[in-house]
């Protein structure tokens, strides 16, 4: 959750959607691990020692009691040290800790039994991602005739699929569960425990955040081995666009950037062009600029970005990259920055202030990934008045409306798009940007009708307002 700890675009629907949801009466309370990354103020104060109930042996923890950063919205902080005082969340480099089904079971059974001390009582719990995945489980099972967790209905959400908590069968024991639901109708999957399976089956409702990849992933090249689950249980499964959080993300007020400046006048995005070619050391040149924000991963398509380079480099355009990720597209970035200094600039890490630079002072933005279930990047761009060169998939198809020189669609296009996922395709794109770089009035056109799209949370959570509704009267 943005501020405390962030890997990606989840940590900002955790800090955003509560704060809608909040704001439209309802009482919102957020779980989470205590990692050790949570800093002393916000990891408020010890509430009550809790317990993982395995069936044969019991595992103890504690709560903490805090509060969501800037809200006096209750914070339930799941304590273990051996399990969440770690150098990372999930892992270091490109490993997983090898214990990750123990540590996540662990926060899912001990919520169980820590939050019933709390003396309040959800209508819903709402689950996201493979982690939490073991509660819609247990709710369907183990705690389905208790008198506190009876009636409790549950959602689960997809921020991506790829991740499932997949694990060889000798971890089942980790779920707590009854033998008999190592089993290919709930989370067995191919001999393995397949823990997001688990959620898939059990949940009242299941969602994603983009109404394109819900219908994608009930396919064989999307659907990670899934589909034959997700498209079984369709009537239940929604596409729920992330928004963007307008306090954080806005030009006219980013205290991030080199100047303020809106859609009324967007002069100061040349000063903060010039600033973020400082900032990655190239020339102040006056060529178009391409900007990448993100995990350098195979899923965002970064390895045919990286394959690419030599291609894309030959040409009058600068590109800078910050991002972290897969060592082996980390050092092709490396090798190709030693060859194009001037034309390349790179910053390898996380580092959310520069990730405003960089949308602030970019033309484009890149995002050519193969699959995406929202992207934030995307709609950043748009109200920074950049535009975003993506792969028509996903989340990206559903936000960015691309220019054709066939439909001369500049009235409402906001981007640029390609589908086949090849270099030839994205250089060609990207030689489309270099083109429409020349026409000034169809650039100024596009950025006009980014910065004028409303990604608002206030709007996404109306939706998940409904789909707890239905959830919760089984509809
Ligand atoms: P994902 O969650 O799959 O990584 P999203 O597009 O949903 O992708 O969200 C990524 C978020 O993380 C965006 O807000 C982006 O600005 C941010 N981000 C990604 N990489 C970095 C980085 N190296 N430094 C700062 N912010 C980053």
Same mark, same amino acid.
């Given at each position: 959750?943005?501020?405390?700890?962030?890997?990606?675009?989840?940590?900002?629907?955790?800090?955003?959607?509560?704060?809608?949801?909040?704001?439209?009466?309802?009482?919102?309370?957020?779980?989470?691990?205590?990692?050790?990354?949570?800093?002393?103020?916000?990891?408020?104060?010890?509430?009550?020692?809790?317990?993982?109930?395995?069936?044969?042996?019991?595992?103890?923890?504690?709560?903490?009691?805090?509060?969501?950063?800037?809200?006096?919205?209750?914070?339930?902080?799941?304590?273990?040290?051996?399990?969440?005082?770690?150098?990372?969340?999930?892992?270091?480099?490109?490993?997983?800790?090898?214990?990750?089904?123990?540590?996540?079971?662990?926060?899912?059974?001990?919520?169980?039994?820590?939050?019933?001390?709390?003396?309040?009582?959800?209508?819903?719990?709402?689950?996201?991602?493979?982690?939490?995945?073991?509660?819609?489980?247990?709710?369907?099972?183990?705690?389905?005739?208790?008198?506190?967790?009876?009636?409790?209905?549950?959602?689960?959400?997809?921020?991506?699929?790829?991740?499932?908590?997949?694990?060889?069968?000798?971890?089942?024991?980790?779920?707590?569960?009854?033998?008999?639901?190592?089993?290919?109708?709930?989370?067995?999957?191919?001999?393995?425990?397949?823990?997001?399976?688990?959620?898939?089956?059990?949940?009242?409702?299941?969602?994603?955040?983009?109404?394109?990849?819900?219908?994608?992933?009930?396919?064989?090249?999307?659907?990670?081995?899934?589909?034959?689950?997700?498209?079984?249980?369709?009537?239940?499964?929604?596409?729920?666009?992330?928004?963007?959080?307008?306090?954080?993300?806005?030009?006219?007020?980013?205290?991030?950037?080199?100047?303020?400046?809106?859609?009324?006048?967007?002069?100061?995005?040349?000063?903060?062009?010039?600033?973020?070619?400082?900032?990655?050391?190239?020339?102040?040149?006056?060529?178009?600029?391409?900007?990448?924000?993100?995990?350098?991963?195979?899923?965002?398509?970064?390895? +045919?970005?990286?394959? %690419? =380079?030599?291609?894309? &480099?030959?040409?009058? *355009?600068? !590109?800078?990259?910050?991002?972290?990720?897969?060592?082996?597209?980390?050092?092709?970035?490396?090798?190709?920055?030693?060859?194009?200094?001037?034309?390349?600039?790179?910053?390898?890490?996380?580092?959310?202030?520069?990730?405003?630079?960089?949308?602030?002072?970019?033309?484009?933005?890149?995002?050519?990934?193969?699959?995406?279930?929202?992207?934030?990047?995307?709609?950043?761009?748009?109200?920074?008045?950049?535009?975003?060169?993506?792969?028509?998939?996903?989340?990206?198809?559903?936000?960015?409306?691309?220019?054709?020189?066939?439909?001369?669609?500049?009235?409402?296009?906001?981007?640029?798009?390609?589908?086949? +996922?090849?270099?030839? %395709? =994205?250089?060609?794109? &990207?030689?489309?940007? *270099?083109? !429409?770089?020349?026409?000034?009035?169809?650039?100024?056109?596009?950025?006009?009708?980014?910065?004028?799209?409303?990604?608002?949370?206030?709007?996404?959570?109306?939706?998940?307002?409904?789909?707890?509704?239905?959830?919760?009267?089984?509809?």
């Amino acid at each position: 959750m943005t501020p405390l700890l962030s890997t990606g675009g989840l940590a900002e629907v955790a800090a955003a959607l509560p704060r809608a949801l909040r704001a439209q009466g309802h009482d919102v309370r957020v779980a989470m691990p205590c990692y050790r990354q949570i800093t002393t103020p916000h990891r408020g104060e010890h509430y009550c020692l809790c317990e993982a109930d395995y069936g044969d042996r019991v595992v103890h923890g504690a709560l903490r009691l805090a509060t969501v950063p800037d809200t006096d919205m209750p914070l339930y902080l799941v304590e273990h040290e051996g399990y969440f005082g770690r150098e990372a969340p999930y892992g270091t480099g490109a490993y997983e800790y090898n214990d990750n089904a123990e540590r996540f079971c662990f926060f899912c059974l001990a919520l169980f039994h820590a939050i019933p001390q709390t003396g309040w009582k959800p209508d819903i719990v709402h689950c996201n991602d493979w982690h939490t995945a073991l509660i819609p489980a247990h709710l369907k099972t183990r705690y389905q005739g208790d008198s506190y967790w009876g009636d409790v209905a549950s959602i689960f959400t997809i921020h991506n699929l790829a991740y499932q908590g997949r694990y060889d069968a000798s971890s089942y024991g980790c779920t707590g569960l009854a033998p008999e639901f190592f089993h290919p109708d709930a989370l067995e999957y191919e001999g393995d425990l397949n823990l997001m399976k688990g959620a898939l089956v059990f949940a009242d409702k299941l969602n994603t955040v983009s109404p394109r990849y819900a219908r994608e992933i009930q396919t064989i090249e999307y659907g990670a081995g899934l589909h034959g689950i997700l498209s079984a249980r369709h009537g239940d499964l929604h596409g729920i666009l992330n928004g963007v959080d307008y306090d954080v993300w806005n030009p006219a007020t980013d205290s991030h950037i080199a100047t303020n400046y809106d859609a009324s006048d967007i002069s100061g995005k040349r000063i903060c062009k010039q600033a973020l070619q400082k900032l990655f050391g190239l020339p102040a040149a006056s060529v178009p600029l391409f900007g990448v924000v993100s995990r350098l991963h195979w899923q965002k398509g970064m390895d +045919l970005l990286a394959s %690419a =380079l030599d291609d894309i &480099m030959r040409r009058d *355009l600068q !590109l800078v990259v910050l991002g972290t990720g897969d060592p082996g597209i980390e050092t092709q970035l490396r090798a190709a920055m030693a060859r194009f200094p001037d034309k390349l600039g790179l910053y390898l890490g996380f580092d959310a202030p520069r990730a405003h630079t960089v949308q602030a002072g970019s033309d484009f933005l890149l995002m050519p990934s193969r699959y995406e279930p929202c992207g934030l990047g995307q709609l950043y761009a748009m109200a920074y008045g950049t535009v975003p060169l993506v792969r028509r998939t996903g989340g990206l198809a559903d936000t960015v409306c691309g220019y054709s020189t066939l439909r001369q669609n500049g009235d409402e296009a906001t981007g640029l798009s390609f589908v086949p +996922l090849t270099n030839q %395709a =994205l250089t060609r794109c &990207m030689q489309d940007a *270099l083109t !429409l770089y020349e026409k000034r009035d169809l650039l100024q056109q596009l950025r006009m009708n980014g910065m004028n799209q409303r990604y608002s949370w206030e709007r996404s959570s109306r939706e998940y307002e409904t789909l707890y509704a239905l959830a919760i009267n089984r509809g």
